[in-house]
């Protein structure tokens, strides 16, 4: 039996200490916020409950495996509810579609309506070709340690599976390779954002976000999905893990040759021995600031190489009344998209001025119909998202005076532009920055998910699972395999394997 100590409560640290436990471990989860669930959080406020953070939930075998691996079945303890139709989108010259529920026929249906013929035909050819690469890339990239790129191109079985990930092209120029409306490839982009990525950079293989979303289905927690994390930490103590809140690290303790994780030390001075560390934090933060720089200079040396991945500007609203027909999410697209990537990763036209707040940004609206969320029958909350570039160093300073408030008027001014004007309706509304997620989480300049996803070799820069530390490993959205529910789940189930049994 190892002492395992797990910085940070978010999922990630939460499903590996749930996952260690019951391998057998003793582990101490030390999380320096007052509650856990780090990015997965909840806004309680006159009766109105919020996520702060994720409001799709996919692939939730993830959570069935973790939960089966650790006890009774997910099932058992959280209901899921598939949502249908997935999302109402809006396309700048108002063309619509409702995107159904992992039914490819449905979903083929409702792109014809919305386009015209052919492009159901387009989107389930594209469909067929992002399900090759999920084959040929689930075990050995998204199951399995990051070894390196020569590891990884040994793992891959045949040429045939290289020429189906294609990784010299990005996800915009797979896009064009089948789909000829141009809705259909401001569509796609956009999942390049669910790894805080850039389209036209990121590369062809993340063609498996939308078909894992399509096939294996999107759903809802009902109360939230911050219900989520409650149910992996109610199963971590179960399994018998400490966790402790304002538990602050201040730094990973080696061993006298600097080579071995031994412990923590928190900011209060305690100190907490350990034979194994897993950092949930964000890796840039644990390799900057946590360990010596001696400790592991290549690993911080690929994080500085990489782009760090995008932050979003959320509002809350409660807003008085109901809005009939609103679907649960809801896509409210920008005419001009490369304007957006160019401006929250400071390229293109804005290359020499740098990042700024997105002027008219595409908008997301979550609106759960979900008694649980709202006081009454005559009242909602919307949680409301816009990309966003992260804050301080190369990005925006999000605390400059007046621009969080002036910005939230713009966002709410252009979901007026585009038909959703709630502002005569709107009772009280919470405004998060990316300066605000950087410091409730630690994540450095609020970037979501760690590194982005932009450019060929970024998989690689991706900090691995198991660190030039030896004892120390890295579970989380900032490390491989990435961020988002699902990923961060397999992150933990990786550096459980890592790591073994007692
Ligand atoms: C606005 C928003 C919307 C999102 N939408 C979705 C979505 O719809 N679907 C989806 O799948 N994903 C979504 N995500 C992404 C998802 O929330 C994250 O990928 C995931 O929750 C990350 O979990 P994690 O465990 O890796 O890290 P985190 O949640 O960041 O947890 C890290 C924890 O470590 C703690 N910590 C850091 N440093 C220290 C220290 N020194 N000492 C002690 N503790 C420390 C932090 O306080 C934090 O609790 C969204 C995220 C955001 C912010």
């Not at 320096?32 to 997965?40: D, F, H, I, S, Y």
């Not at 109402?88 to 083929?108: E, K, L, Q």
């Not at 399995?144 to 294609?166: E, F, I, W, Y």
Request: charged share 20%; aromatic share 6%; glycine share 10%.
């Amino acid at each position: 039996m190892a002492r395992v100590v797990v910085i940070g409560a978010g999922l990630g640290g939460l499903a590996a200490a749930a996952r260690l436990a019951a391998l057998g471990h003793a582990v101490t989860v030390c999380e320096q916020a007052g509650r856990v669930g780090g990015k997965l959080g909840v806004l309680e406020r006159d009766g109105f409950v919020f996520d702060t953070g994720p409001s799709l939930l996919t692939l939730p075998a993830v959570y069935r495996d973790l939960f089966l691996a650790t006890g009774s079945p997910l099932e058992a303890t959280l209901q899921l509810v598939p949502v249908d139709p997935v999302t109402h989108y809006r396309f700048a010259d108002g063309t619509v579609v409702d995107v159904p529920n992992a039914s490819r026929s449905r979903i083929a249906a409702a792109w014809e309506n919305a386009l015209g013929p052919g492009a159901g035909a387009d989107w389930t050819a594209f469909s067929e070709r992002a399900g090759a690469i999920w084959d040929a890339t689930r075990e050995v990239f998204l199951e399995s340690p990051l070894q390196g790129p020569r590891t990884l191109l040994g793992q891959a079985r045949r040429v045939r599976d290289l020429r189906t990930v294609a990784p010299w092209l990005s996800l915009r120029d797979l896009g064009a390779q089948y789909l000829r409306h141009p809705h259909q490839r401001t569509f796609l982009d956009r999942y390049a954002t669910y790894t805080g990525s850039d389209p036209r950079r990121a590369p062809a293989a993340l063609a498996t976000v939308p078909y894992v979303e399509q096939t294996f289905g999107a759903w809802y927690v009902p109360g939230g999905l911050r219900r989520l994390a409650d149910a992996v930490l109610a199963r971590a103590v179960e399994r018998g893990v400490v966790v402790r809140t304002h538990a602050d690290v201040a730094e990973i303790a080696l061993d006298a040759a600097g080579r071995r994780a031994v412990g923590v030390r928190l900011t209060s001075g305690e100190h907490l021995p350990a034979d194994v560390v897993v950092a949930n934090a964000d890796a840039a933060h644990v390799y900057a600031d946590l360990l010596p720089p001696r400790a592991a200079p290549r690993a911080l040396a690929g994080l500085r190489r990489a782009t760090p991945s995008l932050s979003g500007f959320v509002l809350l609203l409660a807003l008085r009344g109901r809005t009939p027909g609103l679907a649960h999410h809801t896509v409210l697209f920008a005419g001009d998209y490369d304007d957006e990537f160019d401006s929250v990763f400071g390229t293109g036209p804005h290359r020499r001025t740098g990042p700024r707040p997105v002027p008219d940004p595409t908008v997301y609206v979550s609106a759960p119909d979900d008694p649980a969320l709202r006081p009454d029958a005559d009242s909602e909350g919307w949680f409301v998202l816009v990309n966003a570039p992260r804050n301080g160093a190369g990005g925006v300073d999000w605390d400059a005076p007046g621009l969080r408030e002036a910005y939230a008027d713009r966002v709410l001014a252009v979901m007026a532009a585009r038909g959703l004007d709630v502002r005569d309706r709107l009772l009280w509304r919470e405004v998060r920055t990316p300066a605000d997620l950087e410091r409730a989480t630690r994540s450095p300049g609020g970037s979501i998910y760690g590194t982005s996803s932009n450019g060929v070799r970024a998989a690689f820069l991706r900090p691995a699972n198991r660190s030039p530390v030896d004892g120390l490993f890295l579970v989380g959205g900032s490390s491989h395999p990435g961020g988002g529910i699902p990923l961060v789940g397999l992150s933990a189930a990786i550096v459980a394997g890592l790591v073994g049994p007692a």
